[in-house]
């Protein structure tokens, strides 16, 4: 089963980072028609580990609820800061799918994770979607995360978003989707094929092929 997500803003500053699929001119199949589903397993030890990790950024000061369905878990946290609204509105919306890509990015013959992660942020000023990537290393078994980044410093253009899809001799491939200036929020209508390496714990861009 591949999950689809669905990226939306109810405002104009997010159009450098959000975008709907269904309504750009991109085939989504075809982009993520390769990523597998992989061990439960390993899909669990992950997902706990990504948990784990926005909880340590945002528990302090926000009530978080936990939900899972059909594979994908959902992480919201909500504004306790005020103690005459406890629930003063959601801050972050965190969706981590199931489809987890693994291959070896370092060359040492361990096949290696991407986790590729919507995360969404609330609040007044209208809601913002975007992408955020978690790269783990297969260290005797065990995956260490090694590298957080925005999936939009990837897709080398100025407004869009990269979404991996296989891992292939060493490297992380996927496709860019990018805005025009024209291009409405929704829909990018640029989109390329692009090549990531990584070394000394940071992701280079090696190849676009448009």
């Known amino acids: 089963m591949i999950i689809i997500f669905l990226v939306s803003c109810e405002n104009d500053n997010c159009k450098k980072c959000s975008m709907n699929l269904e309504e750009t001119?991109?085939?989504?199949?075809?982009?993520?028609?390769?990523v597998e589903i992989i061990d439960r397993k390993i899909q669990d030890e992950l997902s706990a580990k990504v948990i784990h990790y926005y909880k340590g950024l945002y528990s302090e000061h926000s009530k978080v609820v936990e939900r899972k369905e059909k594979g994908i878990v959902e992480l919201i946290f909500y504004n306790v800061s005020s103690k005459h609204k406890?629930?003063?509105?959601?801050?972050?919306?965190?969706?981590?799918?199931?489809?987890i890509i693994l291959g070896?990015?370092?060359?040492?013959?361990?096949?290696?994770?991407?986790?590729?992660v919507i995360k969404g942020g609330g609040g007044e000023g209208g809601n913002v979607e975007e992408y955020e990537m978690f790269y783990f290393e297969n260290l005797n078994g065990k995956?260490?995360?090694k590298k957080v980044i925005m999936s939009k410093?990837?897709?080398?253009?100025?407004?869009g978003n990269f979404l991996?899809?296989?891992i292939?001799?060493?490297?992380?491939?996927g496709t860019s989707l990018c805005f025009k200036n024209s291009d409405p929020s929704c829909c990018p209508s640029i989109s390329f094929r692009t090549k990531i390496g990584y070394k000394n714990n940071?992701?280079?861009i090696l190849k676009n092929i448009k």
């Open 202 to 204: 940071n992701f280079i």
């Open 168 to 173: 292939e001799n060493n490297i992380l491939i």
């Open 86 to 99: 406890p629930n003063n509105g959601w801050t972050w919306s965190i969706n981590i799918p199931e489809n």
């Open 143 to 145: 995956y260490e995360l």
């Open 164 to 166: 991996p899809e296989k």
């Open 104 to 116: 070896d990015m370092n060359n040492d013959g361990a096949k290696d994770a991407i986790v590729d």
């Open 25 to 34: 001119n991109v085939d989504k199949n075809e982009i993520l028609k390769k």
């Open 153 to 159: 410093e990837l897709c080398n253009c100025e407004n």
